[in-house]
């Protein structure tokens, strides 16, 4: 299955295709009341740590160190994507950050690891039970 995953800026204007807005940033963008971002949703936890963060701007890590390792962060836990699939799931997912340069942030890699945990959970609902014998009843409708 296709899923749209937009990634923009917090500060660019809101557009009625967005769909779910969801700010996937630790820190609130400055200047910016809640309402006037039109959320679904806030998920500060599903940024980078704040030491992983903290050296990706000291350029104490590269972009490829940064992504790998931020990748890695959301693999350690297996609910942090399970709200972002939802809305991805419902329609058009906006990811937003304040960060100036989108490309240089967390959200490409936000999205491929996402994009990737739909394709498994749907992989895995195509695929027949795992024992057959306990099934035997779905199998033959």
């Given at each position: 299955?296709?899923?749209?995953?937009?990634?923009?800026?917090?500060?660019?204007?809101?557009?009625?295709?967005?769909?779910?807005?969801?700010?996937?940033?630790?820190?609130?963008p400055r200047g910016k009341a809640r309402e006037a971002l039109?959320?679904?949703?806030?998920?500060?936890?599903?940024?980078?740590?704040?030491?992983?963060?903290?050296?990706?701007?000291?350029?104490?890590?590269?972009?490829?160190?940064?992504?790998?390792?931020?990748?890695?962060e959301l693999a350690e836990s297996d609910t942090l994507l399970?709200?972002l699939m939802r809305f991805a799931r419902a329609g058009r997912?906006?990811?937003?950050?304040?960060?100036?340069?989108?490309?240089?942030?967390?959200?490409?890699?936000?999205?491929?690891?996402?994009?990737?945990?739909?394709?498994?959970?749907?992989?895995?609902?195509?695929?027949?039970?795992?024992?057959?014998?306990?099934?035997?009843?779905?199998?033959?409708?």
């Amino acid at each position: 299955m296709s899923y749209s995953i937009a990634l923009k800026r917090v500060y660019a204007p809101i557009e009625a295709e967005d769909g779910a807005r969801v700010l996937v940033d630790r820190l609130w963008p400055r200047g910016k009341a809640r309402e006037a971002l039109a959320l679904s949703a806030w998920h500060p936890e599903t940024a980078p740590s704040n030491a992983l963060r903290r050296q990706y701007r000291r350029n104490q890590r590269s972009h490829a160190a940064f992504a790998t390792r931020y990748r890695l962060e959301l693999a350690e836990s297996d609910t942090l994507l399970l709200s972002l699939m939802r809305f991805a799931r419902a329609g058009r997912l906006t990811l937003l950050t304040a960060t100036r340069r989108i490309e240089d942030s967390h959200l490409p890699a936000l999205r491929e690891s996402l994009l990737q945990a739909l394709e498994n959970e749907d992989a895995r609902d195509r695929e027949p039970p795992a024992s057959p014998p306990c099934y035997a009843d779905e199998l033959n409708r």
